[in-house]
């Protein structure tokens, strides 16, 4: 059995965790470069913790500059075993209104001005990503956001676009309509991919702030109408994230949907033909396989 260590990414309003208890910012050097900010380390409920602003203290990162490499490989560095991420993301549905949150379970990718992967010439590496999101973590976070008080819709489709402005109308109805996305937001891929790489359990809690352009009722989405959301949405966020550690507890059983052996049959460079250099940058994130 291994220590559960849960690594919390914060998203737009999202910048500390004051729940923390012993808690220390600390610099994790990766090769990837800079993650977006220091890690806030600390304990809660006897459960090891590591806090991530992703978009950087004082929110200094655009989500097509947040270093996603960088951010995994330092949570995996520090001995994390299940991300969390928290991002605002606007809403395609009625019924995920401003201030719900959503426990997604799917992914679009439409973004493209980014790296995606850890592996690349000189180990190539093809994981499966069919359920992008881990259930048994999912479904702590729905018990956690239930407990809290917070209505919460349990299962979505997430649309990543690349930002940083928001959608046209067309892309907003074509999402919405055609697509059967149910939120929107520019930040949880390639968050998500990059954390089934590094064999993370991954869920992903989407805090609606918006309508984001298609609702007659509500005019197009500004940061402004955004920021109104944020506060409320950050305190609910908190009270969620405070309740995970007693939930999945201090010692952890292996994942039962394969998250954290997600490379077990993934690397597909012989042995002999791997690049060294490429190796030793994927210590952290791969070294249990490699
Ligand atoms: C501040 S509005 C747009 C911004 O908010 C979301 O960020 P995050 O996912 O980190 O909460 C969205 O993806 C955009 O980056
Ligand atoms: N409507 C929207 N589109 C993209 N990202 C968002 N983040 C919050 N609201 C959003």
Do not use: I, N, Q
């Given at each position: 059995m291994a220590e559960t260590m849960i690594g919390v990414i914060g998203g737009?309003?999202?910048?500390?965790?004051?729940?923390?208890?012993d808690r220390k910012w600390v610099t994790v050097e990766t090769p990837w470069g800079d993650a977006s900010d220091q890690l806030l380390t600390g304990t809660l409920d006897g459960v090891r913790m590591a806090f991530l602003p992703r978009h950087g203290r004082g929110h200094r990162l655009s989500p097509s500059t947040v270093p996603y490499r960088a951010n995994i490989d330092a949570l995996k560095r520090l001995g994390v075993t299940d991300v969390i991420s928290v991002s605002a993301c606007g809403s395609?549905?009625?019924?995920?209104?401003?201030?719900d949150f959503v426990i997604v379970d799917q992914f679009i990718d439409r973004t493209f001005?980014?790296?995606?992967?850890?592996?690349?010439?000189g180990c190539v590496a093809h994981v499966s990503l069919?359920?992008?999101?881990c259930p048994r973590l999912g479904a702590h976070a729905l018990a956690a956001a239930i407990d809290a008080g917070i209505t919460v819709h349990d299962g979505g489709t997430y649309l990543a676009m690349e930002g940083p402005q928001f959608s046209t109308l067309a892309e907003s109805r074509m999402y919405r309509?055609?697509?059967?996305?149910d939120v929107i937001g520019m930040t949880n891929m390639p968050e998500a991919k990059l954390a089934r790489e590094a064999e993370l359990c991954y869920a992903s809690v989407a805090m609606v702030t918006d309508?984001?352009?298609?609702?007659?009722?509500?005019?197009a989405v500004e940061v402004s109408d955004i920021v109104k959301v944020l506060h409320g949405n950050a305190e609910k966020a908190r009270a969620l994230v405070s309740r995970l550690p007693a939930m999945l507890g201090a010692v952890r059983a292996p994942c039962p949907h394969g998250c954290d052996r997600a490379l077990e049959h993934a690397i597909i460079t012989a042995p002999a033909a791997r690049d060294p250099e490429v190796l030793a940058k994927l210590a952290a994130v791969a070294g249990r396989v490699l």
């Open positions: 737009s309003g999202v910048y500390d965790l004051d729940t923390l208890e395609f549905r009625e019924e995920m209104a401003p201030g001005a980014r790296e995606k992967s850890f592996f690349g010439s069919g359920h992008p999101t309509e055609s697509w059967g996305a309508y984001d352009c298609w609702h007659e009722d509500h005019g």
